[in-house]
């Protein structure tokens, strides 16, 4: 049962860390952790409520990351290409570290907003708006997965 555990608490902290990686499904990967935990122990003492409330969670988790990201480009203006440039932005700076998740959506953002609107300023303006969208969604997924990790410490912790 080492073994298990062990997996369990990596699937835990990568899937903390996948909460703000773009190409890491982190919530999904807690959620995961939990399961594995439940089915190894026979459901105790994470049974099936528990894991239902988890699962409720990670699409929770999902569907604010994907509202916040679309208000923030609203909110400042910008179409869905914002949006749209921004995941692919950040996709393709998960490549070069820290500097290319920050950078990333910005860039993204700019250059499909700009090709869907040929205006500087409007791009600059829904970048800016999809960035902030994605960050207080990134602080959300966050909070949401410590929220979930510490459900299931609390769970298995107290039997």
């Given at each position: 049962m080492a073994v298990v555990n062990f997996l369990v608490v990596l699937l835990l902290l990568v899937g903390l860390v996948g909460s703000v990686v773009p190409a890491l499904p982190g919530t999904i990967l807690i959620f995961a952790g939990a399961l594995l935990h439940g089915v190894a122990y026979g459901l105790e003492p994470i049974g099936p409520?528990?894991?239902g409330l988890l699962a409720v969670l990670t699409v929770l988790a999902y569907a604010l990351d994907y509202a916040a990201g679309a208000l923030g480009v609203r909110r400042f203006g910008g179409s869905g290409w914002a949006t749209a440039g921004a995941v692919v932005g950040?996709?393709?700076?998960?490549?070069?570290?820290?500097?290319?998740?920050?950078?990333?959506?910005?860039?993204?953002?700019?250059?499909?907003?700009?090709?869907?609107?040929?205006?500087?300023d409007t791009s600059a303006r829904a970048a800016l708006g999809t960035v902030v969208g994605l960050l207080v969604g990134a602080v959300a997924k966050v909070g949401i997965g410590l929220v979930m990790i510490g459900l299931v410490l609390f769970w298995v912790w107290r039997g």
């Open positions: 409520w528990r894991l950040a996709i393709v700076g998960i490549f070069f570290s820290l500097p290319g998740l920050i950078l990333g959506p910005l860039v993204g953002a700019i250059v499909a907003e700009y090709a869907y609107t040929r205006k500087l």
